[in-house]
């Protein structure tokens, strides 16, 4: 037979078993609707039947109906096929030439004899699929990956794994599917890897769920993709665990968050809550960021002590002075005598929003210290005739108003005041900073998010009355950093018991960050993601140091770096090396392992003819290639780019700056002006190490520097 016709056959040999597989989906969606019906009918009628046996029904029917809408939605949900692989297996030593077959995919799916006919990729039987390697085969003699579309087979992959065992009659066919599958165009969001796992990244995905699992690796090596399908395996091996208090998965914008959304839901998984850093407060959704300078102090742990000073002066507004008659006598307190009862009050400790009646009876205290000794002047009583008079209610109201995390935030608009709280903690430069972000109209930046939430605690819940207006402000929030697609919540406010937290890209987590973060899985267990070479966070000790805190105490870590970049063409891996040589270390690189053949191309142009020039780079690389173009620039210079690309009127091409570039990928890549992401960044070469790893296939540098990379 010619090499045609043997991959012909063979792909008709899986269609008619991916066949097969389809019909008893049928089956059971027909079954699973009909148990639902049942079901219905059980919780409606037939109260005679025994209570225990109802609910023993009503057990097998939920069990039922969750598994069969789990199937619907994965397939129902954009991926590649159900079944993507098998194995063929030799019993042992002595059982001879092949003799089983098994079949791998998104579901395990039985037949009606509950004989297996596809297994799920994360159940244990299923491990081979990814770990039998020539060496070590485990007696696999043929893996075969398979590619659908839909429902039908389109390609074949095979690796002969044991030549020796092989039977007679055995096929082999394809050039590889990892390699087929990294050249292929990209599109506006990440695909699932199920299919192609790799052994060093299996071992990570299938790593047991307590404790903190840290994942690190260069560009490009897989690190999100293991998380999220660590994910979906940690939800299949203990739904009840980590289905029942939640997964949450952090990434850095609402632009990763985005590109990686459609992973999870491939595989079935739609119940996980993923977030950038702009979301993790409820209601809020930040995506500006601050320039590095200001996110710079923002996020450090020197801002803990700003915003507790803040809490204890007193808010602006707040009355100077109480003067109250009472049985024709004048009670005064001035600002020092008010001023000291403000800080009786906060040295109790508790939350300002948890100690307005304190605050209230500190002040019928001093009060009554200034009516002692006046005649027919008894204590209780004139507590009691005091603190029951209106205007007395009035002014505590103001004097100790309860607060909102926002409005806190916004008291540092007045340098003043916020030089006041900084004491010595942030420079004169630093208040001046802050003081003009603070004074921006345009809402909360990603860094504020983690300042809200630390007012948050440091405040204190309202009391109950005051609710409706806390729902207010969040509504607040919400209208001033809202975007269209911003996600919506299940959770009650605030929730922070997950089970399982991931934090991708966490080398650029601040320490208050963490701070945020941490409070949110303080019965978690972790998944960490990140690539310190790729870091943006100026100070990596404080932040190390933010971040054991937030991760408390847990005594079971394990790490594993992963070192193949399956993302960047050897050539463009190439030249990102050569940028961050002096900043990293040699095992800190990845290795790519595909060769395209053509080199990143670097052009020198004048300054002047800068930006004009990305048009016609845009406009060729987006001929070259079938899938996504990114054009990558340093922030100041964004917009300035995005208008001269915006007659290009193609959804493949996007406009970002390195920050934002952060996770992303494109299969080519314009990048402007490379010193200027230098330059701009507090971090020397790395967010240029970030913008030129994020192309799969082509690479254009324009620098008005003829002698860059040099
Ligand atoms: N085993 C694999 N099979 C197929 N594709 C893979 C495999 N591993 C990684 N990839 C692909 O390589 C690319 C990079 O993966 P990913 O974004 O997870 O890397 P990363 O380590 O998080 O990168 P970065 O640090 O740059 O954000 C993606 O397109 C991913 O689908």
């Known amino acids: 037979m010619s090499h045609i016709s043997v991959r012909q056959s063979e792909i008709a040999v899986e269609q008619a078993h991916v066949d097969v597989v389809y019909a008893r989906v049928e089956e059971m969606r027909v079954e699973a609707r009909d148990m639902r019906r049942k079901g219905d009918q059980l919780a409606h009628g037939a109260r005679n039947e025994a209570i225990f046996e109802q609910a023993s029904m009503l057990f097998e029917r939920d069990v039922m109906v969750r598994h069969a809408n789990q199937i619907l939605r994965s397939l129902d949900a954009e991926h590649e096929g159900l079944v993507f692989g098998r194995l063929d297996i030799v019993g042992g030593e002595d059982t001879g030439p092949a003799t089983e077959t098994m079949y791998v995919g998104r579901l395990g799916i039985r037949d009606v004899n509950f004989d297996n006919l596809v297994t799920d990729w994360r159940a244990p039987a299923a491990a081979a699929f990814y770990q039998a390697t020539a060496e070590q085969p485990m007696n696999v003699v043929r893996r075969r990956v398979i590619r659908s579309s839909g429902q039908n087979v389109v390609d074949i992959d095979d690796d002969l794994l044991a030549p020796d065992k092989r039977p007679d009659g055995m096929a082999v066919v394809g050039e590889g599917a990892l390699m087929a599958s990294l050249t292929r165009a990209r599109g506006d969001k990440m695909r699932d890897i199920v299919a192609t796992i790799q052994k060093e990244q299996d071992e990570a995905i299938r790593a047991p769920w307590r404790g903190i699992t840290e994942i690190t690796g260069g560009p490009g090596t897989g690190k999100t993709a293991v998380a999220l399908h660590r994910v979906a395996y940690l939800l299949y091996r203990d739904r009840r665990r980590m289905g029942g208090s939640g997964v949450l998965v952090i990434g850095p914008s609402p632009a990763f968050t985005s590109y990686i959304s459609r992973v999870l839901p491939s595989m079935g998984e739609d119940t996980v809550e993923l977030r950038s850093l702009g979301e993790v407060l409820d209601g809020a959704a930040a995506a500006t960021v601050d320039p590095p300078e200001v996110n710079r102090v923002k ?5 803990r ?4 000073r803040a809490l204890r002066d007193a808010p602006p507004g707040a009355p100077t002075e109480l003067r109250i008659t009472h049985r024709g006598e004048v009670l005064k307190l001035d600002e020092q005598e008010l001023g000291r009862v403000r800080r009786q009050v906060h040295s109790a400790g508790r939350p300002p929003n948890q100690s307005r009646v304190d605050a209230a009876e500190a002040l019928l205290a001093a009060l009554w210290r200034q009516a002692e000794g006046r005649p027919g002047m008894e204590r209780d009583e004139v507590i009691t005739e ?6 007395f209610h009035r002014f505590v109201v103001v004097w100790w108003p309860i607060l909102t995390p926002t409005e806190v935030l916004g008291w540092f ?3 003043d005041r916020l030089a006041a709280a900084a004491g010595r903690a942030l420079s004169p430069a630093e208040v001046g900073l802050l003081a003009a972000s603070f004074s921006s109209p345009t809402g909360p930046t990603v860094a504020d998010i983690a300042l809200l939430d630390e ?9 109950k009355r005051h609710r409706r207006r806390a729902a207010a402000q969040a509504a607040e929030l919400r209208a001033w950093g809202e975007r269209p697609d911003a996600p919506t919540y299940r959770r009650t406010e605030h929730y922070d018991e997950y089970s399982h937290i991931v934090v991708d890209e966490a080398q650029d987590l601040s320490p208050m960050q963490w701070r945020m973060v941490g409070r949110r899985g303080r019965y978690a267990s972790w998944t960490i993601v990140g690539d310190p070479v790729q870091s ?3 100070d990596p000790d404080e932040a190390e140091s933010a971040r054991a805190s937030a991760l408390g105490a847990r005594t079971t870590r394990r790490r594993f770096a992963l070192g193949t970049n399956y993302r960047n063409s050897a050539e463009i891996f190439e030249l990102a090396a050569q940028v961050v040589a002096d900043v990293s270390t040699p095992d800190q690189l990845p290795t790519a392992v595909r060769s395209t053949g053509v080199k990143p191309s670097v052009r020198a142009v004048a300054p002047e003819e800068l930006v004009a020039a990305t048009l016609p780079e845009a406009t060729s690389l987006l001929s070259e290639v079938d ?6 620039t340093s922030t100041g210079r964004l917009a300035e780019v995005r208008a001269a690309l915006s007659d290009l009127d193609d959804p493949r091409l996007s406009v970002v700056d390195g920050v934002e570039a952060k996770g992303l990928e494109y299969d080519a890549v314009v990048l402007v002006e490379p010193t200027e992401l230098v330059t701009e960044s507090t971090t020397g070469p790395r967010t240029l190490y970030v913008a030129l790893t994020r192309a799969t296939q082509r690479l254009t540098v324009l620098t008005t520097d003829p002698s860059w990379p040099a």
Do not use: C, F, N, Y
């Open 299 to 303: 996020g450090s742990l020197r801002m």
């Open 305 to 308: 002590r700003v915003l507790k």
């Open 386 to 391: 005091l603190g029951e008079r209106i205007d």
């Open 413 to 415: 608009a007045d340098r």
């Open 455 to 463: 007012l948050r605690v440091l405040l204190g819940p309202p009391p």
């Open 536 to 538: 943006s966070w100026p």
């Open 627 to 632: 899938g996504t173009v990114g054009v990558i």
